[in-house]
Structures are given as C-alpha cells and as structure tokens.
C-alpha cells in the first residue's frame, strides 16, 4: 500500500479511536452532584412534567419540562432516577432530545430543519464510497448497495453513490420527495430525525431504521462499516471501541424511539400517571 493511502486511512482510524476518549473526558468534567432523592411524573393540561423531590424539572433555557407523550416522560424520568452519586447529562439521551425540542435553541423552523437533515445526503456514509483498498469498497458494495436499492424502492427516488471527494449528485426530485414526507413528522419527531440523521451520518440508514427496516444494532453496524474493516487490518483501543458503539447503539434508539412515540402521540389524558421511584 502507498505511503499516502497508509495515512490517510490510519489517520481516520486513529481520529474515531481517539475521538471517544476526549468525549469521555468531557463527560467526566460535565458531571455534577445528585441533589435529589425521589423522582415522579404528574400531569398538567394533557402534558407530563418531571419532579426531582418537589421541584420541576426545567431546560437549560428555564422552561418548564413538559413532554406530550407518557412513554417519553417515563424514559426521562427513569434516566434521572439510573443517575447515582453525580448527574451525567451527556449519558441521558431522553432528556437532551426533550430538551432540544423544547428551547429549541436554533430557532428554526420545521422546514428548515428538514432542510438540515437533507444536506446531509451529499456526505451520506451510505452514499459515499472508498475505491480503496479493493476489499472495503467490495464490503461496502455488498452491504451498502443493497439499502440504496431499497430506499429507491421505497420513496419512488433516484440516489447513487459516488467515490467523488464531492460525493454524489442529489437530484432535486429526490430532495423534494424526502422533504415532503419528513414534514409529516411534527417538530418534536423532527429533533428525533436530526439526531439520529447526525448519530448514524446517514440519512438512508435513519430512514431504514424509522420504517423499521433495520434494526438499531445492524443500522449502527453499517454505519460503522469502514471503521470496523480498519479495526479488523490496525488493531483498535479496546475498552474506546466499546465505549464508542455502545454510546453510538444508546443514541440510535433514543432517537428512534423519541421519533416513534411523537410521532404515535401515546398519551393517556384519562388520569395522570402514578410513576414514581
């Protein structure tokens, strides 16, 4: 193998290696005390609020926490409850997307964030492939190909993959389909989207893994496809691998499962829920 080819795949292999540990790092510095005892859900208005003892729980802009669907609210309220001697934000998906949903801090739009999620069809990982080493870009053609037949199939478009250091040409059919059925989802669902869009770099995989399709293991599997194959030739940091997929597997199904439950509304407004620990 050339010496540039060499860097330039070590150097991408050494950066997702590396890249868990700095998170790590920053998750140890972003931890702070339990200072609650129990945690319970009530209700307001056909909404669920979160209750640390007798406080409300609030974003980080100081709004009120209040989600519309009782499923979300148990999975939040559980992620407060698993917390031990110190709170670690970072590990509570749930709670993160509820509060992105909420502040919305970006301000935008639904439609502009559909348009966010479809930018990221020109650095697809599903779409953008490696014509080197010949055995990767056959794994990719093996397991990639087989997804963009689908996704082809299933929304009526037209999506190839390229080896282009520009990657592939998106026609504006094909975004103006997609744009279209995303904005079916409503905003919280949206936030859902984007995070699992920006977890699997891939806006095929999260449509697979949204139909259900895929499931989350083999979406994140995929997702990680050229990173396992230099694992498998380099060697890999054992214990940062394993943090990085099971952080990776953890973020998939929050944000599959927040999509789903916002998308289903599961509500019970009939009597407030009597979850407490």
């Not at 909420?102 to 502009?112: E, G, V």
């Not at 949206?190 to 699997?200: A, D, F, I, Q, R």
């Amino acid at each position: 193998m050339a010496t540039g080819v060499f860097s330039v795949h070590a150097g991408r292999f050494l950066g997702r290696i590396f890249a868990p540990m700095q998170t790590i790092e920053r998750q140890m510095a972003a931890a702070r005390k339990r200072f609650y005892k129990n945690v319970s859900i009530s209700q307001s208005n056909g909404m669920y609020e979160i209750n640390l003892d007798r406080r409300k729980l609030k974003t980080p802009m100081s709004r009120l926490f209040s989600v519309p669907s009782e499923p979300i609210a148990i999975a939040v309220a559980t992620e407060w409850e698993a917390q031990h001697k110190e709170i670690k934000m970072s590990q509570m998906h749930m709670t993160q997307l509820c509060n992105t949903a909420i502040d919305n801090p970006s301000k935008k739009t639904p439609q502009q964030i559909v348009d966010d999620i479809l930018s990221f069809l020109e650095t697809d990982t599903i779409c953008y492939r490696e014509e080197s080493p010949v055995e990767l870009a056959e794994l990719e053609e093996r397991e990639w190909e087989p997804l963009l037949d689908w996704v082809r199939q299933r929304y009526d478009i037209q999506l190839q993959s390229s080896t282009s250091i520009h990657g592939p040409t998106i026609p504006k059919d094909t975004k103006s389909t997609l744009k279209k059925h995303l904005l079916h989802y409503n905003h919280w669902s949206l936030v859902g989207v984007t995070s699992l869009v920006e977890t699997l770099k891939s806006v095929v995989l999260s449509l697979a893994l949204m139909d259900k399709h895929l499931t989350v293991e083999k979406a994140v599997a995929l997702a990680r496809l050229e990173t396992e194959f230099q694992i498998m030739r380099w060697g890999n940091v054992e214990w940062a691998h394993d943090m990085e997929l099971t952080d990776l597997r953890a973020r998939a199904a929050a944000s599959a499962l927040f999509i789903h439950y916002n998308s289903e509304r599961v509500t019970t407004k009939e009597k407030a829920p009597s979850w407490s620990a």
